[in-house]
């Protein structure tokens, strides 16, 4: 039986899988779509993300090249993070799960209020 392991990089399904498999992944794609985003600025926007997992998540996602980490040479350090070419590719899925998600909270809504 392979495990994931051994189905990353040739099942489409567990190579997705792997690479979103954070808690945060979604939401900090969603947050880069649009533009480059500092550190601090992506934990404001994440509250209830610890600096720790933050920088997980933002190390996995750009190790596995969805995200591009630019530092710039000055003092104070300055980093940004923004979408790579296949991060940016990865919008269309997002806008599907919103279209999906935004359903599913109508579905949940109707079954609550028959």
């Given at each position: 039986m392979l495990t994931q392991e051994a189905l990353f990089?040739?099942?489409?399904?567990?190579?997705?899988?792997?690479?979103?498999?954070?808690?945060?992944?979604?939401?900090?794609?969603?947050?880069?779509?649009?533009?480059?985003?500092?550190?601090?600025?992506?934990?404001?926007?994440?509250?209830?993300?610890?600096?720790?997992?933050?920088?997980?998540?933002?190390?996995?996602?750009?190790e596995y090249g969805m995200i591009i980490r630019t530092v710039y040479p000055q003092i104070p350090p300055k980093v940004e993070y923004e979408l790579s070419d296949m991060g940016h590719a990865f919008s269309e899925v997002l806008d599907s799960l919103e279209t999906w998600g935004d359903k599913y909270i109508q579905h949940?809504?109707?079954a609550m209020n028959p």
């Open positions: 990089g040739k099942c489409p399904y567990a190579t997705s899988q792997k690479i979103l498999s954070g808690k945060w992944a979604l939401i900090i794609l969603f947050h880069l779509r649009e533009h480059k985003h500092r550190f601090n600025e992506l934990q404001k926007a994440l509250p209830d993300i610890t600096q720790a997992t933050l920088t997980k998540q933002l190390r996995a996602l750009e949940q809504k109707n």
